[in-house]
T-cell receptor
Framework: GAGVSQSPSNKVTEKGKDVELRCDPI?????LYWYRQRLGQGLEFLIY????????KSGLPSDRFSAERTGESVSTLTIQRTQQEDSAVYLC?????????????FGPGTRLLVL | GEDVEQSLFLSVREGDSSVINCTYT??????LYWYKQEPGAGLQLLTY?????DMKQDQRLTVLLNKKDKHLSLRIADTQTGDSAIYFC????????????FGTGTSLTVIP
């Protein structure tokens, strides 16, 4: 596609359930980023992939959060045993090679609500 | 992560200039960015400036960078109602990869 896509666009889940969020970056982009945006707050960096590997996992808030990327393309962010504080918009972005000064192209986000 | 701070709200009258300010803490940033987020829409890159520049102009947008004070501003000339949105300042730092840090966003309201 022409841009970054994410699915689902909205997800409502019960506390304690696992959720999986998907990101399809722009074709050919090797760098992929996940962010979280809580209501009324800025973007919080979660994890960054260069190809299929994640050199920087420092932003993952807890061990309930994990992410993987396969084929230098699709990435999934998994949240296990969801908590109410996980409710947020999860944004994915990609850039061409992850080099200095590259701009990121953002997807529309997945709105997660944990009841 | 690094601290990137912005004021939360700004209101201006249509036709006036808007100035949105941002401060950051890491002097090793390589690029600084302004993103726009309209209601119900994703983040859109507006403009960016390399950290060794002090000004960049792009149509109605002027970015000013004071590296000594670690202060970035975005000026929107002749602000229109369509400019109402949340504006995020961001910095990128090259470490083991291109790391991005975003501010909390400034909500701009343009009054007709």
């Amino acid at each position: 596609g022409a841009g970054v896509s994410q699915s689902p666009s909205n997800k409502v889940t019960e506390k304690g359930k696992d959720v999986e969020l998907r990101c399809d970056p722009i074709s050919g982009h090797t760098a992929l980023y996940w962010y979280r945006q809580r209501l009324g707050q800025g973007l919080e960096f979660l994890i960054y992939f260069q190809g299929n590997s994640a050199p920087d996992k420092s932003g993952l808030p807890s061990d309930r959060f994990s992410a993987e990327r396969t084929g230098e393309s699709v990435s999934t962010l998994t949240i296990q045993r969801t908590q109410q504080e996980d409710s947020a918009v999860y944004l994915c972005a990609s850039s061409l090679a992850g080099g200095p000064g590259e701009t990121q192209y953002f997807g529309p986000g997945t709105r997660l609500l944990v009841l | 992560g690094e601290d990137v701070e912005q004021s939360l709200f700004l209101s201006v009258r249509e036709g006036d200039s808007s100035v949105i300010n941002c401060t950051y803490t890491d002097s090793s940033s390589t690029y600084l960015y302004w993103y726009k987020q309209e209601p119900g829409a994703g983040l859109q890159l507006l403009t960016y400036i390399f950290s060794n520049m002090d000004m960049k102009q792009d149509q109605r947008l002027t970015v000013l960078l004071n590296k000594k004070d670690k202060h970035l501003s975005l000026r929107i000339a002749d602000t229109q109602t369509g400019d109402s949105a949340i504006y995020f300042c961001a910095e990128s730092i090259w470490n083991t990869g291109n790391q991005f840090y975003f501010g909390t966003g400034t909500s701009l309201t343009v009054i007709p």
